[in-house]
């Protein structure tokens, strides 16, 4: 167990003081239900925030906030801790399970957690600038290339309508006309407090689309 976080902190390139925070950013609750990685995690994700959210601000200090929040979402998202995860091999030193066997196929999230609760140990013992220096060397190249996600315009609407309204909007087909090869769909879509919106498409989907774009210019947030 010890060789494994000797080998890890070589990986990680740092000697942590206390091993045993370490020892517990590896350790899922199904090996130790009482000292695990989960409160490790919770702080990761939050250095991570910080340290992300300062470094965008100063490659993009024109940038506009919401843009900004964007990016920062590509760049903590669970998908991104597990690239990192795997990048740094942690399957093979995460503690799962109450046997000592050979991990094989450890689930994506654990290994995504992990990641997050070794910057939460890294933080408690080495402190922020330690923390803050190692994640930006490993994500560098994820924040030179951060994209802001492109959010279509049924899930613009449905986050503005939650929001304001705290209710989905209500879509309704007003007409299916046309050949069969070549189908015109007529859509309506209105929130809590506005007028049926109505917009037209060659599918369903596409219809539904078009008439939350079309609320959305209503509504100024396009």
Known sequence: MYDNITQLQKKLKINFKNSELLLQAITHKSYNSKKNYEQLEFLGDR??????????????????VGTLDKKLASLVNKNKCYE??????????????????????????????????????????????IAQKFILKIWNDYLNNSKVTVIDNKTKLQEF???????????????????????????????????????????????EQSAAKELLKTLNQL
């Open 84 to 129: 990192v995860g795997k990048f740094l091999n942690l399957e093979k030193f995460l503690l799962v399970g109450n046997s000592k066997k050979k991990i094989q196929n450890i689930e994506k999230k654990i290994i995504s957690d992990c990641c997050e609760s070794i910057i939460g140990a890294i933080y408690l013992d080495k402190g922020f600038d």
């Open 47 to 64: 250095v991570l925030g910080i340290s992300l959210s300062k470094r965008l601000i100063e490659l993009y200090p024109n940038e506009k």
């Open 161 to 207: 309508s939650l929001k304001h309204y705290k209710t989905l909007p209500t879509y309704k087909v007003i007409s299916n006309t046309g050949p069969r090869h070549q189908p015109n769909f007529k859509v309506g879509v209105k929130l809590k407090n506005t007028k049926f919106i109505f917009s037209n498409g060659s599918s369903k989907k596409n219809a």
